[in-house]
């Protein structure tokens, strides 16, 4: 892992769900909407992903979440560590193609406060 990307680790917990979800930043684009929240671990991006039934079945919802977890791993995050992030995927981004994902999550992390 080259020096310049810092980790990005998985939320895992129904806890830390519930929690960014009550009290994160909500911020809404065209492809997902996010709830973040910034924490103490300077050194880790926290992910988390709810793709509903609606987006389709198994196999879209995965690949829902591995589009979005590669567009994460190729964004510079040096002004985002210390957050954590919860990504609930919308319909359209089923058709959206990587680099407008990418895109649009520069959108989401500069409207950060």
Same mark, same amino acid.
Request: charged share 30%.
């Given at each position: 892992m080259p020096e310049d990307k810092i980790k990005i680790e998985g939320i895992k917990s129904k806890r830390e769900f519930r929690e960014i979800l009550d009290i994160g930043q909500k911020i809404g684009s065209n492809y997902f909407l996010t709830y973040i929240k910034k924490t103490e671990d300077e050194n +880790? #991006? !926290?992910v988390g992903?709810? $793709?509903?039934?609606?987006?389709?079945?198994? @196999? $879209?919802?995965? !690949? @829902?979440? !591995?589009?979005i977890k590669?567009? #994460?791993r190729n964004i510079e995050f040096d002004? +985002?560590?210390? =957050?954590?992030? =919860?990504? =609930?995927? !919308?319909k359209?981004?089923?058709?959206?193609? +990587?680099?407008n994902i990418i895109e649009e999550l520069k959108k989401v992390f500069r409207k950060i406060k």
């Open positions: +880790y #991006l !926290r992903f709810i $793709v509903t039934k609606k987006i389709g079945n198994a @196999v $879209v919802r995965n !690949r @829902v979440k !591995r589009k590669e567009a #994460l002004f +985002y560590k210390g =957050i954590s992030a =919860i990504f =609930i995927a !919308r359209a981004v089923i058709e959206a193609d +990587y680099l």
